[in-house]
């Protein structure tokens, strides 16, 4: 079993930047691709990226050009960079990894191990 734990959430401005971290508890983290999600109030968990062991990186249109996905395997600690971040970006942020089937690579049912999410808020 593996345990995320993400942090470096919080309250940040319009245009503003932040990096959110995903630590993991396994030492297994270098073989598993980790993803990010977020859930905006009543709307679904949506896809925002992802990075593959690989070092391949996958990002959601509505956010390419804004974030960048990285891995630090010794840490066990994967990072989601965020800028020019605009108040509908405003979600809880959850990390993902272990992706089961690369045909869900977008989706919430492709991936194994879930952390507790985080709130980012996007003041205008």
């Known amino acids: 079993q593996v345990q995320l734990v993400e942090s470096g959430g919080g309250l940040v401005q319009a245009g503003g930047s932040l990096r959110l971290s995903c630590t993991a508890s396994?030492?297994?983290?270098?073989?598993?691709?980790i993803a990010w999600f977020r859930q905006a109030p009543g709307k679904e968990r949506e896809f925002v990226g992802s990075?593959?062991?690989?070092?391949?990186?996958y990002y959601a249109d509505s956010m390419k050009g804004r974030l960048s996905i990285s891995r630090d395997n010794a840490k066990t600690t994967a990072y989601l960079i965020m800028n020019s971040l605009k108040p509908e970006d405003t979600a809880v942020y959850y990390c993902a990894a272990h992706l089961l089937d690369t045909r869900r690579r977008y989706t919430r049912e492709g991936y194994q191990y879930w952390g507790q999410g985080i709130q980012v808020t996007v003041s205008s």
């Open positions: 990075g593959s062991t690989g070092g391949s990186t």
């Open positions: 396994a030492g297994t983290f270098n073989t598993y691709s």
